[in-house]
């Protein structure tokens, strides 16, 4: 038996990021593959495991992909432009990057939601949801201080978020960054801005750092922990390279390596072929031809065919 739906017609478009593990981690039972363009997505994770470096880092690609422009609130005021813009053109974005404006937080996030109705922007970025401070914290005294409010207007700017999605004729998607904490009393870990936004999240995923290099470089694990648009909990890897931003050579290397496809024994191997140490590798990183290999053999493992940009409808 089929069911149809009438009335509006709704698509979930998929952007394949290129890389292999991460692609394949919202994957759905009909086998679409790729990062599910709706909503709010959340990146969440411990300091410094490179939650900024990815939100820019997909956010680059997929405003690339479709041709249109970010809006960013950074609310953490810790943005570095030349950084961002190596992440974002290594990316392969060259578009316009809009840094919302205002006093306070909520005036950024207003003026960062009013930005994204226009139809030429597809990405916002929010960085960070733990950063946000409700005016009541910002002009008052400290005992004015409340995470209710800060929940609340985390609560207000997601579904508002969402509602702007609806009624483009072009597809959004809100990045927002968040700290992992610990619940009091040790019972697990959460994130900050309260639990509307838990639900309200399209895609949620949690990274940390597997492996550091001492250039600063690291190898992030991650792992979905809700997928509105298939399968949760599976997990990717990516490689982030520092000062140039998540590598896709290096990605699909490690991707090979933790796939079982190649081997890392002191050096990395691919067959019978021995690339050299892994921090030789990194040195000489700039040269896309070492990894042509990796990525060859990744192909021929995938289950579908390659295309920049697929589309799903509501099941």
Known sequence: MTVTFTGQERKTLRVLTGFYTFDRAFKNKKGDIGLPIRGMSE???????????????????????????????????????????????????????????????HEKLEDMLKKLKAEDYAVGIIDSVGAISPVSEAEGGLEDASMGRRA?????????????????????????????????????????????????STTRMRISIKETFDDGSSL???????????????????????GYGIHAGLTAMYDCIMLGIAKSDRTIKLGDTSFGYPKKIIEVAEDQEIFVPFINALKERSEQNTVSITEEADE
Not at 183 to 197: L, N, P, Q
């Open 43 to 105: 990146i969440s994770g411990y300091p410094g495991v490179g939650k900024s470096t990815l939100a820019y880092t997909l956010g680059g690609i997929i405003a690339s992909q479709l041709n249109a422009n970010i809006a960013l609130s950074d609310l953490e005021d810790h943005l570095d432009p030349d950084f961002m813009g190596t992440v974002l053109s290594n990316a392969g974005f060259l578009g316009n990057v809009y840094n919302a404006k205002g006093a306070l937080d």
């Open 220 to 242: 992030i694990g991650g792992k979905v922990d809700k997928n509105s648009f298939g399968f949760g909990k599976r997990t990717f890897f990516l490689f982030n390279l520092a």
């Open 152 to 200: 609340k207007l985390v609560a207000i700017m997601a579904r508002r978020a969402i509602k702007i999605g609806s009624i483009k004729d072009t597809p959004l998607i809100v990045f927002t960054t968040n700290h992992v904490h610990q619940v009091m009393g040790g019972r697990g870990t959460t994130t900050s801005g309260g639990v509307v936004k838990d639900y309200l």
